[in-house]
């Protein structure tokens, strides 16, 4: 059963009260009959016996209306399966329902529901409540504490509480909303726990200057995957998308979605279930590019989404042609969009080669700008506009092989006309509109919006992959305090040891925030060349504090 | 011995060339045509790319793509010896380019030799880009147009191409002309604005070629049923 979020503020408590007989209006017909909740009022049931209360102010039986748990889904016991299976009494990933007495003359609670496969109470190290099991009546005590597990994500079912009286007649009883939480895909704005990259040589190139990159400036987050752990798979990104659970009680599940890409890097994903982790492969069947998880990337918090939005590139128009094309057909995106909470818009990636969102485009922290981060997007005119300001005879030492792109010097790419109109129609027919697309859907404004230079050319018969190394295409690492931005360096400049000559570097030092350092790497042979940059050979755990349950109305215990 | 040598000596088909090669590396004792001699890996993209440094001559390289039976290798290499192929400026190899070009049975492969020809040092590579344009393959025949684009002089081919069947092709032919900067073939790219499938591009080629007349043309667009040419009409009256 899914959630249905309502969009206002939420009141949280730790506990709020249940209702008895002298709160329904005499005047009114009875509500007994009436099991829909209220979204901002614990339901009440008229019990058959009143009961006078006995105490002066009158204390109500306090349970919140939703108690919100993360799903036992890891793998504490090291058991090879999900801990959920393992039906132990204990686990530090149950939530606690704590139910507290009212003033009534109560003498046991009941606890019922109607059935269901996707939770278990536990009381006292025994399962209580299941699917067969639908009602419990204990012993009245003060406070009544109970375990809730959960099976799996964004999940809902609702207990009912009721104290009886000594005839088992109802006195009070109130309607616990029962919720897992969704899985969250994590975004750019959140602390860094961990870094990722492969280690590689394949036939005298490798990975080395981004290893060293993560490993001087990072090294207590830096962890490299050995190539035959990554099954010489230098695509971090697309593999793995890692997500989480959370809980207002402070639970946590670190999530890791594995792609059914599954190239090199499927084994080292496997490999990540254990302890608060959980790798899983949403879908199955015969996966395309669309299917790599540099197409799917989130927002950071935006109005009405305190989580943020996914967002990942797909094929335009109906889905009549070819199923396999769009990721939506598969069983992830289907259920990313039932999580609710991170509501998923789509763009057109089609004219890229590769044809992933992280291409051109990402999200920088800056606490300058009026929602703490900017927008940075790949700009075609201001690369021709820098390019033109460049030493015609500039010699490009990185472009000039023919095995690379061909280019010896900045003229040759001013004289491509083919370069210029094929940049051009990329900019009117795809970078123009999704820039407005991204727009419409993130709220973004101009002030928010970073353009960083580059260029496009064929890659893939007419599809198009970054000329000069794609800077959108970066990573950020937050650590204690302060944001950096791991990216591409141009090398649009002869002398390649030299940074401090590259124009392009100099324009996107003056463009990102001040309070973001920026760390441009050699990523030509193993990423660029082979059509990725640095985002998409880096991929991580950050620290969830979105609050994401904040878009309900309801009381939510802590 | 070297390649060009032989291939200067025994004029004949490109598999006549390439036979020449295979002969000459067979006799070396150091075989020249060894395919492990090529270094691939996979793209982000899932196809293979040649990386890393080959030691294959050019003429040995493309011994070994017409050898290559595996389609996603044969593509690899075609594309990186289009690229070597493109800084040759000797044009010894065009034969060859141009039959692999041609009847290449992989259509990835001819696809991508013709593409290469876009910016070759010999001039006469241009005729490899030609023959393409008559591939029965219309991804090889769109490659040809976006090889043609920068070579203004083989403007008719492109005009050719604009009464493709295929509208992929017509599309490109027609982002093609545009880019040749030719005014010459305005004529034709209004023409083209009454072909529906393509009128946005036609449009905007008209634009890069004759300004005045495509701002014309787009008078009478403004009010297309399609929003894209409408829009594109707008945008070239704002020139």
Redesign the interface.
């Known amino acids: 059963m899914g959630r249905s979020l309502l969009f206002v503020t939420v009141l949280l408590v730790a506990c709020s009260g249940g209702k008895g007989p002298e709160e329904t209006d005499p005047g009114e017909p009875s509500t007994s009959e009436d099991t829909t909740p209220s979204t901002t009022e614990p339901t009440t049931t008229q019990p058959t016996t009143p009961t006078t209360p006995t105490t002066d102010p009158f204390v109500e039986m306090g349970a919140p209306q939703v108690l919100i748990g993360i799903p036992n889904v890891d793998d504490d016991t090291l058991s090879g399966r999900p801990d959920w299976f393992d039906e132990a009494a204990t686990d530090a990933d149950f939530e606690e329902l704590v139910i507290t007495a009212s003033d009534y003359e109560a003498v046991s609670y009941r606890l019922s529901w109607e059935g269901t496969d996707g939770m278990r109470v536990w009381s006292e190290g025994e399962v209580v409540l299941n699917d067969t099991l639908t009602e419990l009546v204990v012993e009245r005590t003060d406070e009544l504490s109970v375990l809730v597990e959960f099976s799996w994500f964004n999940d809902s079912f609702e207990l009912t509480v009721e104290e009886l009286d000594d005839a088992d007649e109802v006195l009070s009883t109130a309607v616990v909303e029962l919720s897992s939480s969704p899985l969250l895909l994590t975004h750019h704005l959140l602390d860094s726990e961990q870094i990722w990259t492969i280690e590689m040589t394949?036939?005298?190139?490798n990975n080395a200057p981004l290893v060293a990159e993560y490993r001087t400036s990072f090294p207590t987050l830096y962890d490299a995957i050995s190539k035959q752990d990554g099954g010489g798979?230098q695509?971090v990104q697309?593999e793995i998308e890692v997500g989480y659970a959370t809980s207002p009680s402070g639970k946590r599940l670190n999530v890791v979605v594995d792609s059914i890409r599954d190239?090199g890097l499927k084994s080292w994903a496997a490999s990540l279930n254990g302890p608060d982790m959980l790798s899983y492969t949403w879908g199955n069947g015969f996966a395309n590019?669309l299917d790599?998880f540099?197409n799917l990337e989130i927002t950071p918090p935006i109005d009405g989404y305190p989580a943020g939005r996914i967002y990942y590139g797909s094929v335009p128009g109906p889905n009549n042609f070819n199923v396999t094309s769009h990721p939506e057909a598969d069983a992830l995106y289907d259920f990313l969009a039932a999580q609710e909470v991170q509501e998923p818009f789509t763009i057109d990636t089609t004219w890229l080669?590769?044809?992933?969102v992280d291409e051109f485009m990402s999200w920088v922290p800056d606490p300058t700008a009026p929602r703490g981060f900017r927008f940075v997007y790949t700009d075609v005119d201001l690369a021709w506009q820098i390019m033109e300001a460049m030493d015609p005879e500039t010699v490009l030492t990185k472009f000039a092989p023919?095995?690379s792109h061909?280019y010896i010097t900045v003229q040759e790419m001013l004289d491509?006309?083919?370069l210029r109109?094929l940049n051009e129609?990329l900019k009117?027919d795809y970078l123009d509109p999704i820039l407005e697309k991204m727009k419409l859907e993130v709220g973004l404004t101009d002030e928010e919006i970073i353009r960083l230079p580059g260029l496009f050319e064929?890659a893939?018969?007419?599809l198009v992959a970054a000329l000069q190394p794609g800077m959108a295409n970066l990573f950020v690492v937050n650590e204690g305090g302060q944001s950096y931005a791991v990216l591409a360096d141009p090398f649009m400049r002869t002398d390649v040891t030299d940074q401090s000559a590259d124009p392009f570097i100099d324009e996107v030092k003056a463009l990102m925030p001040s309070s973001l350092e920026l760390h441009f790497t050699d990523d030509w042979?193993m990423y660029h060349?082979?059509?990725?940059e640095v985002h998409?050979g880096t991929n991580g755990i950050r620290t969830p504090v979105d609050e994401w349950w904040v878009e309900q109305d309801v009381e939510v215990a802590r | 011995m070297s390649w060009m040598f032989l291939l200067t000596a025994l004029a004949g088909t490109w598999v006549e060339d390439l036979s020449v090669v295979s002969a000459q590396c067979a006799a070396d004792s150091a075989p020249c045509d060894h395919a492990q001699n090529v270094?691939m890996?996979?793209?982000?993209?899932?196809?293979s790319?040649?990386?890393?440094?080959?030691e294959l001559e050019l003429g040995a390289l493309l011994l070994v793509l017409n050898r290559e039976l595996d389609e996603d290798r044969a593509a690899a290499l075609a594309d990186?010896a289009g690229?070597?192929l493109?800084?040759d400026s000797s044009g010894q190899w065009n034969a060859v380019w141009r039959g692999m070009a041609t009847e290449h049975p992989v259509p990835q492969v001819r696809?991508l030799l013709a593409?290469h020809t876009?910016?070759a040092q010999s001039k006469a590579a241009v005729g490899v880009a030609v023959a393409a344009a008559a591939d029965v393959d219309a991804?090889v025949r769109?490659?040809a147009c976006?090889a043609l684009?920068?070579h203004p002089d083989q403007l008719e081919t492109l005009l050719v191409l604009l009464t493709d069947s295929n509208t992929a092709v017509r599309e490109?032919a027609v982002?093609a002309i545009?880019?040749t900067?030719q005014a010459q073939a305005a004529d034709a790219l209004v023409g083209a604005l009454a072909d529906s499938a393509i009128r946005k591009s036609a449009l905007?080629a008209l634009s890069?070629v004759d300004l005045v007349r495509a701002k014309a043309a787009a008078q009478g667009l403004m009010e297309d049923v399609d929003a894209q040419v409408s829009a594109?009409a707008r945008?070239v009256l704002a020139l």
């Not at chain 1, 080669?353 to 992933?356: K, P």
């Open positions: 394949l036939f005298g190139d798979d695509w697309d190239r590019t790599s540099g080669c590769v044809g992933h023919r095995s061909g491509d006309t083919a109109d129609d009117l064929e893939c018969g007419p042979d060349a082979m059509l990725g998409c | 270094v890996g996979p793209t982000r993209a899932g196809h790319k040649v990386i890393g440094a080959v990186y690229r070597m493109a800084a696809q593409s876009r910016r991804g769109q490659a976006r684009a920068s490109q982002k545009g880019t900067r905007r890069r594109e945008r």
